[in-house]
């Protein structure tokens, strides 16, 4: 088959009619997008949103390699879109399996912690990586929250996320409502820790006492909720990082991306094993050329898969109303430097 109607057939085999993702023009239908990175649903979808246009960028520069002859050219061209379709389509195999494994132990937490869950901003109830990185640390969003409610509401929610134990920590719990809000909401001669929260565009400062807010959340049972969410979502990071190693760091030529495929529950396609076989009978400085060109772009889409789907994830986070400066933000952000960096 030559190249134009291979890779046309590969472009062609979704054209919107069959996936609810897709619109009539083929452009995706708003709502479509999960909460852990993009849904691409099934295989065709992926092609569609992902690997199709990653192929027409890559192809458009290796036409301009001057090291490579037509013929090679027109083979790697070939090689690439016959194990890109295959190998993508398993990263997200995996990649869904760490995340589907993180929302079991959401609905655990969800129902365990009903009352702090039901308490919760309703933003940060809609995306539950968001409500995960609130429960694990609650902390950064709480202080502007509070300083907006009432005393009492302020009260009832820091009640609701220490299972009552905040009513009896520190000189407060002598007092009512309003004497622990302003033990929290700090003047006078207190030192407080200034919150800062984005308001219409207009930043304003929410004075919270941060000592004693985080006295009030190192109580059991907060102390064992954040530190429960916190495994949860750093356990599924480490778990993404390390496939993303296997694959960016140790895939260097074709007998290790044939290597990778074994490992595959999957059987590799036949148009796969042609493209990697003929790229294996190539010889001297045309072998050498090809299969780095090879490699370098492959590398280049695997790369830009992670990226892509954890920055997804990390936007809708910070949408729901977790601040960019809080611990999930910044784990989230030092996976995402290290897979750039590979």
Same mark, same amino acid.
């Given at each position: 088959?030559?190249?134009?109607?291979y890779?046309?057939?590969?472009l062609?085999?979704?054209?919107a009619? $069959?996936?609810?993702?897709? $619109?009539?023009?083929?452009?995706l239908v708003?709502?479509?997008? $999960?909460?852990?990175?993009?849904?691409?649903?099934?295989?065709?979808?992926?092609?569609?949103?992902f690997i199709g246009?990653?192929?027409?960028?890559a192809?458009?520069a #290796?036409g301009?390699?001057k090291?490579?002859s037509?013929r %090679?050219?027109? @083979?790697?061209?070939?090689?690439?879109?016959?194990?890109?379709?295959?190998l993508?389509? /398993?990263? /997200?195999?995996n990649?869904?399996?760490?995340f589907?494994?993180? !929302?079991?132990?959401?609905?655990?937490?969800?129902?365990?912690?009903?009352?702090?869950?039901?308490?919760t901003?309703?933003?940060? +109830? =809609?995306?539950?990586?968001?409500? &995960?990185?609130?429960?694990?640390?609650?902390?950064?969003? &709480?202080?502007?929250?509070? %300083?907006?409610?009432t005393?009492?509401a302020a009260?009832?929610?820091?009640?609701?996320?220490?299972?009552? *134990?905040s009513?009896?920590?520190?000189s407060?719990? +002598?007092?009512? %409502?309003? !004497?622990l809000?302003?033990?929290?909401?700090?003047?006078?001669?207190?030192?407080?820790?200034r919150f800062? !929260?984005a308001?219409?565009?207009d930043?304003?400062d929410?004075?919270?006492?941060?000592?004693?807010l985080?006295? *009030?959340?190192?109580?059991?049972?907060?102390?064992?909720m954040?530190?429960?969410?916190q495994?949860i979502?750093k356990?599924?990071?480490?778990?993404v @990082?390390?496939?993303?190693?296997e694959?960016?760091e140790?895939?260097?030529?074709?007998?290790?991306?044939?290597?990778?495929?074994?490992?595959?529950?999957?059987?590799?396609?036949?148009k796969?094993?042609?493209?990697?076989?003929?790229?294996k009978k190539?010889?001297? /400085?045309? +072998?050498?050329?090809?299969?780095?060109?090879l #490699?370098?772009n492959? /590398?280049k889409?695997?790369?830009?898969?992670?990226?892509?789907?954890?920055?997804?994830?990390?936007?809708?986070?910070?949408?729901? $109303?977790?601040?960019?400066?809080?611990?999930?933000v910044?784990?989230?952000? =030092?996976?995402?430097?290290?897979?750039? =960096?590979?």
């Amino acid at each position: 088959m030559l190249l134009r109607e291979y890779v046309r057939v590969l472009l062609a085999e979704d054209e919107a009619g $069959g996936n609810p993702a897709f $619109g009539p023009g083929g452009d995706l239908v708003p709502g479509m997008i $999960g909460p852990y990175g993009i849904s691409f649903g099934d295989k065709n979808q992926l092609l569609k949103t992902f690997i199709g246009p990653f192929l027409d960028v890559a192809n458009t520069a #290796i036409g301009k390699t001057k090291e490579l002859s037509v013929r %090679a050219k027109n @083979l790697v061209k070939v090689s690439l879109a016959a194990i890109a379709t295959t190998l993508i389509p /398993q990263l /997200q195999v995996n990649y869904k399996s760490w995340f589907d494994q993180e !929302e079991k132990e959401v609905e655990r937490i969800k129902s365990e912690y009903r009352e702090v869950y039901a308490k919760t901003d309703e933003a940060l +109830r =809609s995306n539950d990586a968001a409500f &995960l990185a609130f429960m694990a640390y609650p902390g950064p969003v &709480l202080g502007t929250k509070l %300083a907006l409610m009432t005393p009492a509401a302020a009260k009832e929610t820091l009640s609701v996320m220490t299972g009552g *134990v905040s009513d009896t920590v520190g000189s407060y719990a +002598r007092g009512g %409502a309003k !004497e622990l809000i302003d033990m929290l909401f700090a003047t006078g001669t207190k030192k407080p820790t200034r919150f800062r !929260e984005a308001d219409n565009d207009d930043e304003k400062d929410v004075i919270v006492n941060k000592k004693i807010l985080s006295k *009030v959340l190192s109580v059991e049972p907060a102390k064992e909720m954040q530190e429960r969410a916190q495994e949860i979502y750093k356990s599924t990071l480490k778990q993404v @990082l390390e496939d993303a190693q296997e694959i960016l760091e140790k895939t260097k030529t074709v007998d290790d991306i044939e290597k990778f495929l074994k490992k595959s529950k999957k059987p590799i396609e036949q148009k796969t094993k042609e493209a990697i076989e003929t790229i294996k009978k190539t010889t001297g /400085q045309e +072998r050498q050329n090809s299969e780095m060109t090879l #490699i370098d772009n492959l /590398q280049k889409s695997f790369k830009e898969y992670y990226v892509t789907n954890l920055k997804n994830h990390l936007k809708g986070v910070i949408d729901a $109303g977790i601040p960019k400066n809080h611990p999930y933000v910044q784990d989230y952000e =030092s996976v995402i430097s290290k897979i750039n =960096s590979m």
